[in-house]
DNA sequence: GTAGGGTTAG
């Protein structure tokens, strides 16, 4: 009897170590009776193959059934929490730890410190740490690998320096978290000492090394250790091939990418990536097509290049059409998937579609994550749905940069000029360092509620208080707001002061004939829609500016023959429209266009609405 | 018969 149960669990074994999970389950869910080993085995296997949610809802099943769990089960379980990065549910079997009395196992302790700086919580982790009498190599690894994690540097360093012995592995996770964290000097520095020391580099350094070269751009650096790594032997390591071509990939040289990439006797996943990515950030999506339909095997983060390839280039439809694709393959969006989507998703304002997808990032862990999140905030905003945006921004996790700007955004866009100036008092109050993004937001909300005094605070401190300088864009949210309040001359001094040819730049002369239309100032109208056409030639902005410009004073002649003039220079408008989503329809409204089919309700419907607008008494 | 660390790509 024993010993077929020692038989069917190494069988289980093998196979689910051999990736054949499908065939182990069967043999497992056969069984009559299952010991903690039964579990411990099968619970390994999906854990292994990064299985996680399987892995933590067997560990559910184990502890309802009557087995007992033991460090193995815990070390297994704790390691689905820590590679899906679920804090939450890695507390959870933190505290069965503890229940269980497994508190002073040494390999449970390790998966503890693991499992706490994957999941980015250093200060736990450490905690664990203070707690344990019997530390080895891996409690030292895995507590300092906690700190560079979660960039606490100087924390990182302490650890460094206090360990009994510096294994490689050590000196490769503080060079890679340095690269990370784009101290790239440090890195460097780092290198150099360990090259003094005993250990020697192997293909994880050198993949650290370039990362961060990657990471702060520096092309010449990564070009030198390019060398240093033929000349030391590790250049065909997979590892130190992937980071070489993603560094010539990201840095621009898509030729030399190439290179790297045909000459690669090993074609892994990372490298096809690496080059489908790149064409996506040329802009030549044909190429990332091709080279992606001739992928072999297509993994998530191949899919997820596409859709937000796809997406950021302004094809939403195309992207979630490889959405779906992704999903009929089986294959499981994860956190940056569900970001790319949201981001399709807000480009093409489809809201319903929108919530689904929260729905499924929530069901999957994936709702509270910062990518996610920050894809919510926005898609709700330009969804036109404020209140959604505001609670999917308060159930991020950890709130980043982008996070806070995504919310000043979405206030700004409703017009909610308080509310998002508050979420820039949170900011600063966060310690978050703001961007340029930032006080685009800030001016756009300035200049559409009419704060103008706010404006010139916020437009002086940005190069005052936080050390950025001004671009075009921020000139004319500063033009478009003087403009707007009625401030011409104001406005205008301001675009001449800041631009940097001589002429003022082509975004602020549209802010200023904007201006010039709303409050009619024909004359110094027609004056800079003359100067736009001369900045923009191939846009039609200037003639149709102009033409608005006319109309709003009733100079219908001049406003035609604007017109007319645009036409023979052979540029195009593209009508603005409306649009509605109805029962997963699209439904989309263009001025003049009169063949909807319920255009007379519509017309109907619209009278009403614009009846009882006019007369608020009226009901 | 089961277990613990770093690894590149979106």
């Not at 009557?66 to 899906?84: G, H, I, Q, R, V």
């Not at 650096?221 to 590892?239: D, F, M, Q, R, T």
Request: with cysteine; aromatic share 10%; glycine share 8%.
């Amino acid at each position: 009897m024993n010993s077929s149960l020692f038989q069917i669990t190494s069988k289980i074994a093998a196979l689910a170590r051999s990736g054949c999970f499908v065939q182990a389950r069967k043999l497992f869910d056969g069984m009559s009776y299952r010991d903690t080993v039964a579990w411990n085995s099968m619970l390994a296997g999906y854990s292994q193959l990064g299985l996680h949610q399987e892995a933590l809802s067997l560990f559910h099943q184990m502890r309802i059934s009557n087995a007992k769990p033991d460090p193995f089960t815990f070390t297994a379980a704790l390691s689905a929490c820590a590679d899906s990065g679920s804090l939450l549910n890695g507390t959870k079997v933190h505290a069965l730890v503890i229940v269980s009395g497994y508190q002073s196992s040494l390999a449970v302790n390790n998966s503890l410190i693991d499992m706490y700086g994957k999941c980015l919580n250093a200060f736990s982790a450490g905690e664990v740490f203070q707690a344990m009498d019997d530390t080895n190599e891996v409690t030292w690894c895995s507590l300092l690998f906690a700190y560079a994690n979660s960039g606490q540097f100087n924390a990182a360093r302490e650890i460094f320096n206090l360990m009994p012995r510096k294994v490689d592995i050590a000196w490769n996770t503080m060079i890679a978290g340095l690269g990370r964290c784009g101290e790239i000097e440090l890195c460097l520095d780092m290198f150099k000492k360990m090259l003094q020391s005993l250990c020697e580099p192997d293909q994880w350094t050198y993949s650290a090394l370039i990362s961060a070269c990657t990471e702060s751009s520096e092309l010449l650096c990564g070009c030198v250790l390019h060398s240093v790594i033929i000349k030391s032997g590790w250049s065909s390591a997979v590892e130190a091939k992937n980071s070489i071509l993603s560094l010539y990939a990201k840095l621009g040289s898509l030729s030399d990418a190439m290179k790297i990439f045909e000459s690669t006797g090993i074609l892994t996943q990372v490298s096809w990536n690496a080059i489908i990515d790149a064409h996506m950030k040329g802009g030549n999506l044909h190429e990332a097509f091709h080279m992606f339909q001739c992928l072999p095997e297509k993994n998530t983060v191949s899919w997820t290049s596409m859709i937000s390839g796809y997406a950021k280039n302004g094809y939403g439809e195309e992207a979630l059409s490889f959405f779906a694709g992704m999903v009929s393959s089986h294959l499981l969006p994860d956190d940056f998937t569900f970001g790319s989507v949201l981001h399709a998703c807000s480009n093409l304002a489809i809201l319903g579609y929108g919530r689904m997808i929260h729905g499924s990032a929530f069901r999957r862990g994936f709702s509270t994550y910062v990518y996610v999140g920050n894809g919510l905030v926005n898609m709700y905003a330009k969804c036109g749905d404020l209140d959604g945006s505001i609670l999917a921004f308060s159930d991020i996790y950890e709130k980043d940069l982008v996070s806070f700007n995504a919310m000043l955004f979405a206030f700004g866009l409703h017009g909610k000029a308080k509310q998002a100036l508050q979420v820039y008092e949170d900011m600063i109050a966060s310690g978050t360092k703001p961007d340029k993004m930032t006080f685009i937001g800030l001016l756009m909300t300035c200049s559409h509620s009419g704060l103008i005094e706010d404006g010139h605070v916020f437009f002086e401190s940005m190069r005052s208080a936080h050390g950025l300088s001004y671009e075009a864009d921020h000139v004319a949210c500063m033009v478009d707001m003087l403009g707007r309040g009625g401030y011409l001359t104001e406005a205008r001094e301001l675009a001449n002061k800041y631009s940097k040819t001589g002429y003022i730049e082509a975004n602020s002369c549209e802010a200023l004939l904007g201006a010039c239309s709303a409050h009619s100032e024909v004359e110094t109208g027609t004056f800079l829609g003359e100067e736009l056409k001369v900045l923009e030639p191939d846009k039609e902005m200037s003639y149709v500016l102009q033409s608005n410009l006319y109309c709003a004073r009733g100079l219908w002649k001049e406003a035609a023959m604007v017109r007319k003039a645009m036409i023979d220079e052979g540029l195009k408008k593209m009508p603005g429209c409306s649009w509605i989503e109805v029962r997963d329809k699209v439904t989309s409204f263009v001025a003049g266009n009169h063949f909807h089919p319920h255009m007379e309700e519509l017309c109907k419907i619209i009278y009403f609405l614009d009846f009882e607008m006019r007369n608020p008494c009226f009901l």
